[in-house]
């Protein structure tokens, strides 16, 4: 059974850190993109950051380059994202998504709020 399971969400206050986790379980873990989303109340789930299965390429939204970073231990079968300098705006639930050409899996998601 695929399971996806986020973590390390929370109330954080702007300019605060957070670190998430998603922990991978019922596939091949080291043969997978992966993935952040957000999706804040009212707007669309979009792409915050990337990183393929071998780790040789990241991506990030241009509203994350630079405070964020993405990173995964394949012996762990987890992907991590460390959010730095957080805003208001990153208010939002993070999901996990796992993909291949084929296959595209998503975690159950986790709250980050932003707030003084």
């Known amino acids: 059974q695929v399971q996806l399971v986020e973590s390390g969400g929370g109330l954080v206050q702007p300019g605060g850190s957070l670190r998430l986790s998603c922990a991978a379980s019922?596939?091949?873990?080291?043969?997978?993109?992966m993935s952040w989303y957000r999706q804040a109340p009212g707007k669309k789930r979009e792409l915050v950051a990337r990183?393929?299965?071998?780790?040789?390429?990241?991506n990030y939204a241009d509203s994350v380059k630079g405070r964020f970073t993405i990173s995964r231990d394949n012996a762990k079968n987890t992907v991590y994202l460390q959010m730095n300098s957080l805003k208001p705006e990153d208010t939002a639930v993070y999901y996990c998504?796992?993909?291949?050409?084929?296959?595209?899996?998503w975690g159950q998601g986790t709250q980050v709020t932003v707030s003084s």
């Open positions: 990183i393929t299965s071998t780790s040789g390429t990241l």
């Open positions: 019922g596939f091949t873990f080291s043969s997978y993109s």
């Open positions: 998504n796992a993909f291949t050409t084929s296959e595209d899996y």
